[in-house]
């Protein structure tokens, strides 16, 4: 992240650490030869700034988001990463932080620091930060985003390798950002984003990779504006953004449906089968999360079918959502993980948060099956629509649908009716030959090139290394 400063450094730069912390970006900036009075480290903790002091720069015990400090022309850190369920400091500070960002809101920390970093940049000064990237995608952040495509230049993102931080216990997936603040004084520096080109690198497999990484991606800015809520893509190819920005049709054209009932308390509400065969008649299957299995699965939880029983002695926990398609034949799909499924959801039975869809027609509800469990889904699921461990109803409804000729809905519907009734005799049945068939239907449905079949595939055989 220093070298990638260093080029516009110059001997009048002042840098800026916000969260110096233990000054591990001060070091390298010294240790490359930058002038120590040229550096300044912020940091909340006092415990810090007495060894920040004895590297020879400027140092404050500050509280950055909330105190005021000169403009600077390189802003450079690690921000902390926590979001305002687990920040203390949000918590504490919440009204004093709406005042100054409530134009973005209030989700997570690292956030306010880009903007806090922006605002104190001085024009075409540079930010360079890594941060998690699930911001590039979720919905919260679209006026995040937005704010970064008003204020700066996009030089560059680059995906960090996903074990980075695993040795200090942190499960994140990062990105390093590297930003050029807008001239501001020039209004059309805004319609500059036709004309600036983003430098876009995907996952990296280790930190080797980072001089010379192996798939770069040369991409305008504008193309970030013209996607669904402004979002960030990574590594993936224009024929698939095209079909994100102007798709046919949605998946939510002919899918209803949401999320069901959430118990509050599942030890409580749900039992195991072996616990209610004696009283099939009180009880029904209840599914979810999906499980992570496609097509179908039995569920090995059951709630009573006297839900309603439940809703009103607990109308605090037990949550009734989308009542009027229970009991009901459908779609219900996984909700948690890389890995995104879906399975068949058998009449007469309940389900849980996790998305569920239903239909007009049993051919729609057999065909969306194999759609939404086909590589080009769980591609565009997890690098385009939604980069986290959450999928949710309204992310699947956003998938671009293409209506399939007659031969080929009628072909998928087949295999899947045939899945479906060998997965029910035998749940251990191998059905990756019928699965790779339909993959091929949508892979020519959707116009996708052999090289891009390829790497579709790739990525959904390694997706926890890729996503």
């Known amino acids: 992240m220093v070298d990638l400063v260093l080029p516009f450094i110059t001997n009048k730069s002042e840098i800026l650490d916000p969260s110096a912390g233990d000054g591990i970006f001060i070091k390298a900036l010294i240790d490359r030869g930058v002038n120590t009075s040229q550096i300044t480290g912020h940091d909340i903790n006092s415990e810090k700034i007495q060894s920040l002091l004895e590297l020879g720069i400027h140092a404050r015990c500050t509280d950055t988001l909330l105190e005021d400090y000169p403009l600077k022309d390189i802003i450079i850190g690690n921000p902390p990463y926590k979001s305002r369920r687990k920040s203390i400091y949000m918590k504490i500070n919440r009204k004093e932080l709406e005042k100054r960002y409530y134009f973005i809101g209030l989700y997570n920390l690292y956030s306010l620091f880009i903007v806090n970093a922006i605002q104190h940049m001085k024009s075409k000064g540079i930010l360079c930060f890594i941060v998690e990237d699930a911001f590039f995608t979720n919905r919260y952040y679209r006026r995040f985003r937005e704010f970064i495509l008003n204020n700066t230049y996009i030089l560059e993102i680059k995906l960090a390798p996903w074990r980075l931080f695993h040795r200090s216990q942190a499960d994140v997936r990062t990105a390093i950002l590297t930003l050029k603040k ?5 209004y059309q520096e805004y319609h500059g984003d036709k004309k600036h080109i983003m430098r876009l690198i995907d ?34 190819p224009l024929s698939i953004i095209r079909l994100i920005q102007n798709p046919p049709a949605r998946f939510g054209d002919i899918a ?30 209840f599914y979810k999360s999906g499980q992570r299995t496609p097509y179908y699965y039995k569920t090995p939880y059951f ?13 605090k926990n037990f949550l009734v959502r989308n009542e ?30 996790n998305a569920n869809f239903f239909f007009d027609n049993e051919d729609d509800l057999y065909y969306s099956l194999g759609y939404l469990n086909s590589k080009l889904v769980q591609y565009l699921a997890r690098k385009v629509i939604h980069r986290s461990n959450i999928i949710a109803t309204s992310f699947l409804k956003e998938m671009p649908f293409r209506t399939p000729s007659i031969e080929q809905k009628s072909e998928v519907i087949a295999i899947v009716k045939d899945i479906i009734n060998s997965l029910k005799n035998n749940p251990n049945y191998n059905f990756v030959p019928e699965a790779e068939r339909i993959d091929e239907i949508i892979f020519n449905l959707y116009g996708i090139s052999n090289k891009l079949k390829r790497e579709i595939t790739g990525f959904c055989e390694k997706i926890i290394d890729f996503a």
């Open 182 to 186: 807008k001239d501001q004084e020039n």
């Open 203 to 236: 996952r990296l497999a280790s930190e080797k990779e980072y001089k010379n990484p192996p798939k770069v991606q040369n991409v305008p800015q504008i193309e970030y504006r013209k996607m669904p809520d402004h979002k960030f893509f990574v590594g993936v």
């Open 256 to 285: 209803k449906g949401g999320t069901g009932i959430s118990t509050g308390n599942d030890d409580k509400y749900l039992r195991p089968a072996l616990e209610v065969e004696s009283d099939p008649e009180s009880w029904v299957g």
């Open 303 to 315: 709630i009573e079918k006297n839900y309603q029983k439940n809703a009103e002695a607990d109308p």
């Open 324 to 353: 009027q398609f229970y009991f009901k034949e459908g779609i219900t799909c996984s909700s948690v993980g890389r890995k995104f499924s879906a399975a068949y959801l058998p009449p007469g039975n309940l389900f849980g948060v």
